[in-house]
């Protein structure tokens, strides 16, 4: 659905939440999840999950979110510790294990990105979000036919879910399918006839062509519709080719992004192709 109907729906509705309840660890939790998707306030949600963790400490979903929203601002040692501190107490959780997964994958820390795959694997070999972050840390290390397995798997198990589709489309051009990646941007725009997908997948596709003008047309869709994907932009290592480009720098300082616009300091860049 359009980021109108989901994460603005979802904001609207925790902000009665906490109305009606201001104690409710829960409610603090959703609508910290909500802004820093729709609103890309990464700021203002880090304070309600900070809230929602004195409420209750032991609520375990607000940790989750609160270790994605420390890796969308770039602060991958506190994101990754959090994300520890839950696997120790719940070494069992699937979403917790694949969430790990794709943190350390965006810390450009593949290797540790599959071990976590893996791990998560063994919970549920047909958890669709699994082969799709295995996939993702497979094309880190440039072995495309092995990313581009996962992900096709990802796309079966899921019955052609677009962020899986999309993802088979970088792995193509990162690999230097240009053909093939072409037609997975056709299959994306016949797919957007039929259900709303998000421009923001469409330009990670442009990026990995290095064709930047296609990407950026891409991002300013994404950012006129607010995906709630652009929350991760600055740290995207799918987008490293694009950092050195003034208009990445002009969309992050649009969307009020914090702690600067160059990604994680030291970060290796993405492999190339």
């Known amino acids: 659905m359009s980021p109108d109907e989901g994460f603005g729906a ?19 939790s959703s609508l910290a999840w909500a802004i820093m998707h729709y609103d890309w306030d990464c700021i203002t949600a880090e304070k309600e999950f900070q809230h929602a963790l004195e409420l209750n400490p032991n609520y375990m979903s607000v940790q989750h979110f609160y270790a994605a929203c420390l890796a969308a601002m770039g602060q991958w040692e506190e994101s990754i510790a959090q994300i520890k501190r839950i696997l120790h107490l719940d070494p069992l959780s699937l979403i917790v294990n694949m969430t790990a997964a794709l943190i350390l994958a965006y810390a450009r820390r593949f290797e540790d990105s599959i071990e976590y795959s893996r791990k998560a694997l063994e919970l549920d070999p047909n958890f669709p979000s699994v082969r799709w972050t295995l996939g993702l840390a497979y094309e880190g290390m440039g072995m495309y036919e092995p990313a581009a397995k996962e ?45 709303y997908v998000t421009p923001y997948w469409m330009a990670y596709i442009y990026a990995c062509l290095n064709d930047k003008d296609e990407a950026f047309r891409w991002l300013e869709k994404a950012y006129r519709d607010r995906s709630a994907w ?12 694009l950092r050195s480009d003034p208009r990445f720098d002009d969309l992050l300082r649009r969307m009020n992004f914090p702690y600067g616009v160059r990604g994680a300091e030291g970060a290796q860049l993405f492999v190339s192709s």
Do not use: C
């Not at 979802?10 to 603090?28: G, I």
């Not at 879910?161 to 088979?168: E, V």
């Open 10 to 28: 979802a904001k609207a509705a925790a902000q009665k939440a906490v109305q009606m309840d201001p104690t409710l660890a829960e409610a603090h």
């Open 230 to 241: 652009m929350a991760h932009m600055k740290e995207s290592p799918w987008l490293d080719n």
């Open 151 to 195: 992900v096709q798997r990802a796309i079966e198990i899921s019955h052609g879910q677009p962020l899986y589709i999309s993802s088979l489309g970088h792995v193509y051009a990162r690999a230097g399918k240009r053909d093939e990646a072409f037609k997975i941007v056709d299959q994306l725009k016949n797919l957007s006839k039929q259900r």
